[in-house]
């Protein structure tokens, strides 16, 4: 989506823009998926990836939920290590999206750009390399740097913070509930481009 895109879109110019980046910048869900299988089968827990893509789980606590087994069989620490290893050895399964990339670009063209994500700094910022876009300034909020992550507005608060503007002068770009219940409730406008996709 361009900036003109965006303009006719929400009738404004913003002075700065937001995007999320699993799904929203980049195509990451074979990735993730897999990483999730992986640190299952790591803790002797074996699922078919089908079980993973049916319900899609990213944390240990909403994983031991669906599979009703107890903390001590899926630990917080030792699930997230095991899926970021294979994230970072698997990163060739990312793949670039790129209408969100000449969207990202012609917004850092004229105003301030982040990621607010709910996954970590340096796995966004590592996928920003491998799609070609970490030439931007971007302004980059991680799960790590909010006390809540989305569906709360801390996420996108912090980032419009850190780029000194007001919440309602963003435009933030989105593709889950949460993500754009979260932007939302911090007072900005947004693109859920499952309904509006890049054009």
Known sequence: MSEHTATRATGRVYAAYAFDFDGTLADTADVNLRAVQASLAAHGITVPLAWVTADPAFTAPQLRRRLRID?????????????????????????????AAAAARAAADHAGVAVVSANYADIVRH?????????????????????????????????????????????????????????????????????????
């Open 71 to 99: 903390p001590d069989a899926l630990p917080d620490d030792t699930f997230v290590e095991a899926a970021r290893a294979y994230w970072f050895s698997h990163t060739d399964r990312i793949r670039p999206i790129p209408a």
């Open 127 to 199: 996928g920003l390399s491998v799609i070609h876009l970490d030439d931007l300034p971007w302004t980059v909020v991680g799960r790590e740097d909010v006390p809540r992550t989305k569906p709360a507005p801390d996420p996108y608060l912090h980032a419009a913070g850190l780029l000194g503007v007001h919440p309602s002068a963003c435009l933030a770009h989105e593709d889950t509930d949460e993500g754009v219940i979260a932007a939302g409730a911090a007072g900005m406008d947004v693109i859920d481009i499952r309904h509006r996709p890049w054009q």
